[in-house]
């Protein structure tokens, strides 16, 4: 039964509302259209009161995305159990989830905003790719990930995000394709690097002898297989000598 009695919230627990009602807005709206008078309507308090607790609406938009960023870093956690092919799907589907729900704040956390040129904001947007990148590398089984392996798993995670953002214009291609297409560009990537150095050659040997026939990754060697006997031949005039 509602009494019609505000409760009166502490400091950081008023922070925290502030921050999530900052957060909804910015996920669904464009930051910079959101105002500081609409925040405080949301909270239910008085424009004043969101000064008392945040300087601006740009340090409000700050802890917003840090709160954001935390959670999309969190998406690529994954237990070290399974096949590679699995856990990455299951990284995307998180990922794509997130993507879904928050599309403008996604935009605002990757492309900027009213924080843009702020070293903060970048700092954060550097945090969550470091964290998909050293979490790709754990699951990888790799302690001193060799230079073309870091190249591999940091071009994914760059592609991985411009996907999402091309994605959120029209949504054009449904979300699973794509889930399972980016789990493919990590083996091709992968590959075409495995054909340029023994090493990574040596690692993703040892990545697919574990995966199953029926994984993304046996998913994709059929796929290849299936369209090879199909594929036009190249003229000899656009071969190389």
Known sequence: ????????????????QLIGVALDLFSRRSPEEVSIDEIAAAAGISRPLVYHYFPGKQSLYEAALRRAADELAARFLEPLEGPLGARLLRAMERFFDFVDEHGPGFSAL??????VGSSTANAMIDGVRQAAYEQIITHLGVAEPPA?????VRSWVSLAESTALI???GRRIPRAELEVQLV????????VSAAH?????????????????????G???ARLSAFAPDAPAVPAQRLPH
């Open 167 to 169: 994605w959120l214009d």
């Open 148 to 152: 073309r392996l870091e190249l591999v």
């Open 184 to 191: 493919h560009d990590f083996a091709a990537l992968a590959a």
């Open 1 to 16: 039964m509602t009494t019609g009695v505000r409760r009166r919230m502490g400091v950081d627990e008023r922070r925290r």
């Open 197 to 217: 150095d023994q090493e990574m050659a040596g690692i993703v040997l040892r990545v697919l002898s574990e995966e199953p026939a029926d994984g993304p990754f």
């Open 110 to 115: 990757m492309r900027g905003g009213p924080a």
């Open 219 to 221: 998913e994709l060697l």
